[in-house]
């Protein structure tokens, strides 16, 4: 995989090359590169399968990371492109011409994170929340327990020290 | 197995209101007058198509009548099983020769239409609340409801959840409820035998009690579910 | 006998025959549930169905065709019944025999899932529509051969009334039918089972496929209603059939045996054969049993 992290090198900038497994490496794209990138890895060293898009909310670094991970059935290896955005302002390039099945990935994605697509199709549409208006939900500064005891309305808890329960059960006039 | 425990704190219709259930509801605009609702949240092509009548309590037959009605409903349990959680996979053991419901007169139906008997298998998110609350209306009165997993009784482990409801019983009317993550089909079948009991004691009248306090579980309903969508009773 | 009389002895075999066909039903789920190891509900469990069923509190109606549509169903088992001689040479049970009834018979047994299919229509559920496209298709494909084999005993008989050809059939069970004309009976029995609705034809009303089929929107009574007629209509056909190639019978208790017999036909096959998609069904009786049937039909032309 190192053999192939330097031949891709040679034209685009990558960084932080991180060999996890025999078969399976990830390295750090630049923003704008990455749509070339990829048509690039498809085309030509035949990583043609989009096994997934996802998305970490790096808070502390103010920054989100997309994992593009693609599949090359001829060699079965993987290579996961990552790249950085402005948790500020979080747009990326969609990618929905290349794969099909990446509109669905980027409808998560804006969903969960709130990361816009322009272009792609239907990505503003809800996919799991239905009429969700609070924030982004995977966002870690979310706090979904705070949310749920100020939303729903939990059951009542009966909670008793066994011994003094069995106590006053058992013997009541003690 | 729990049917409407006191030691949960629940009263005897398992229902503490979330809001105060002073029956002047403050958010009237669904409802134009006692009888008839507005589907205000549909198109005016989509009104044409829904019921607007509001659901009213059905009175049941003469004494001794109801009692053989009521016998007749215990023995022959049609379930529509909504599989929101991993407790749906609880009822295909149930219907295979090891536990075999059809031996009590019970069977699966595909259909709310034909259904008695409303099993919630598990975890109801927002999305899936939805579902439940059309699908039990569409279902034919008496109905009678069995909440299966802790899921659905307190949130379980989904209870810090941003997107489940963590009190079925809010939403629609619960007869009873079948504890475990997940309960053994033995549990689910003492539920049912629970329900049984309390269909011949004539106690399970959830759909009147649904038309009853309409007002209050609506507005329990669109509280939550925030795109609604759907007519405000199906029929 | 006056023709009121006649009327209410009608009825009253009716209301044996409903409720032999609902004990029929009882017993075949019982005996379903034992192949498969399991112990199946009672034998009584129509029943209960029923009264739940008509003991709901609140029905959905969509319109007087959907209100229609059981009744149609109902009115088209009621019909095939009445028609039927059930007993042969009784004067109680030969409810409204007339000659050519046969041809009535055959258009009654149609006549209820038309009704059905306009009923069901209106519900507006799409299910609805397949189911009834399912089994009009399955039906217009199984009524071929049986046709077929109806004019078969049409030929070998030179009659069209039901009861001329039991009183053919009289002296021994070798002057039945179903040694003096077999090819007719072959093609008619393949046709029962697609009538049957079990396995390998079951398709219609599969209840997880589409939804339960045509009845997917009814409920509460109307349900009660088109399961009362699944009673009246099994019991409908199988004493049609045992009149037209088993004989007849001459009293209740052979009537009971020999239906309960012919029905045991389908359910082997139902309870041994996996199901068959629509067009299989379709292709299946267009083939084989067609062609029995117009050999039936050419054997007593030459």
């Known amino acids: 995989m190192k053999e192939l992290y330097d031949t891709i090198s040679l034209q685009f900038t990558l960084k932080d090359f991180h060999q996890q497994k025999p078969n399976l490496a990830f390295a750090t794209a630049e923003k704008q590169q990455l749509i070339a990138l990829l048509t690039y890895m498809r085309d030509v060293h035949r990583y043609t399968h989009l096994v997934f898009v996802t998305a970490v909310d790096w808070l502390e670094e103010n920054r989100f990371q997309i994992t593009y991970m693609l599949h090359n059935y001829d060699i079965k290896a993987d290579f996961g492109i990552r790249v950085m955005l402005d948790r500020d302002k979080p747009v990326m390039e969609s990618i929905h011409h290349l794969w099909e099945q990446g509109r669905v990935y980027q409808r998560e994605l804006h969903e969960m994170f709130g990361i816009d697509f322009p272009g792609s199709p239907g990505v503003n549409e809800p996919m799991i929340l239905e009429g969700w208006q609070g924030p982004p939900v995977m966002r870690r500064d979310f706090d979904t327990a705070k949310y749920s005891l100020e939303t729903y309305d939990h059951r009542p808890r009966d909670t008793r020290e066994p011994e003094s329960h069995m106590k006053e059960k058992l013997y009541p006039e003690d | 197995m729990s049917y409407m425990d006191k030691t949960t704190g629940i009263p005897e219709q398992g229902i503490t209101p979330p809001i105060p259930d002073t029956g002047e509801m403050p958010d009237r605009e669904w409802r134009k007058d006692d009888k008839t609702l507005t589907n205000a949240e549909l198109t005016l092509e989509e009104q044409d198509w829904f019921c607007d009548a509001r659901p009213t309590p059905a009175k049941p037959a003469w004494g001794p009548v109801e009692k053989f009605y009521n016998w007749a409903r215990a023995n022959s349990l049609w379930i529509l099983a909504f599989g929101t959680g991993c407790g749906a996979i609880e009822l295909r053991p149930l219907v295979t020769a090891r536990y075999d419901i059809s031996r009590l007169g019970m069977q699966p139906r595909p259909t709310p239409r034909q259904a008695s008997v409303f099993m919630i298998g598990g975890y109801v998110s927002i999305k899936t609340l939805k579902r439940i609350v059309r699908s039990y209306e569409q279902m034919q009165g008496p109905k009678f409801v069995v909440a299966v997993c802790s899921c659905a009784i307190n949130g379980g482990m989904y209870w810090d959840s941003y997107n489940t409801v963590k009190r079925i019983d809010q939403y629609i009317p619960v007869d009873v409820y079948v504890t475990g993550c997940m309960p053994r089909p033995e549990a689910v079948m003492a539920g049912f035998s629970k329900l049984k009991e309390l269909i011949l004691a004539g106690k399970a009248e959830g759909q009147n009690l649904y038309a009853e306090k309409f007002d209050w579980y609506k507005a329990n309903q669109k509280q939550v579910i925030k795109d609604w969508n759907m007519p405000d009773y199906n029929w | ?302």
């Not at chain 3, 496209?133 to 051969?145: I, N, Y």
């Not at chain 3, 008989?157 to 001329?164: D, F, V």
Request: overall charge positive; glycine content about 10%; charged content about 10%.
């Open chain 3, 1 to 302: 006998m006056s023709l009121v009389t006649k009327l209410i002895w009608t009825f009253i075999s009716l209301g044996i025959v409903t409720i032999w066909g609902l004990t029929l039903t009882g017993i075949v789920a019982k005996i379903f549930a034992r192949v498969q190891g399991r112990l199946g509900p009672p034998v009584w469990q129509p029943f209960i169905d029923i009264i739940k069923n008509n003991a709901k509190r609140t029905a959905v109606s969509h319109g007087i065709m959907f209100y229609l549509g059981p009744v149609f169903r109902i009115a088209g088992g009621i019909g095939t019944y009445m028609f039927i001689p059930a007993i042969y040479g009784s004067l109680y049970f030969s409810n409204f025999s007339v000659s050519g009834d046969v041809f009535l018979v055959m258009y009654f047994i149609f006549f209820g899932q038309l009704g059905m299919a306009l009923g069901a229509g209106e519900g507006g559920h799409p299910y609805s529509a397949i189911g009834v496209a399912r089994g009009l298709a399955q039906m217009t494909a199984f009524e071929v051969p049986f046709a077929l084999s109806v004019i078969s005993l049409a030929v070998q008989y030179h009659t069209l009334n039901i009861t001329e050809i039991v009183a053919a059939q009289q002296g021994g069970i070798l002057s039945w039918t179903l040694f003096t004309n077999p090819l007719a009976v072959i093609a008619a029995m393949i046709a029962m089972l697609g009538m049957n609705m079990y396995n390998p034809f079951s398709v219609v009303i599969a209840p997880q496929e589409t939804p339960i089929g045509p009845p997917t929107e009814y409920s509460a009574s109307f349900l009660g209603m088109l399961a009362t007629n699944r009673g009246i209509f099994n019991a409908a056909k199988m004493v049609l059939f045992m009149n037209l190639y088993f004989g007849g019978a001459t009293n209740l208790v052979e009537m009971i045996v020999k239906t309960f017999c012919i029905y045991f036909f389908s359910v082997f096959i139902g309870v041994a054969f996996p199901r068959f998609k629509t067009e299989d069904a379709i292709r299946f009786f267009l083939k084989v049993p067609t062609l029995v049937g117009i050999l039936a039909i050419a054997v007593f032309l030459i």
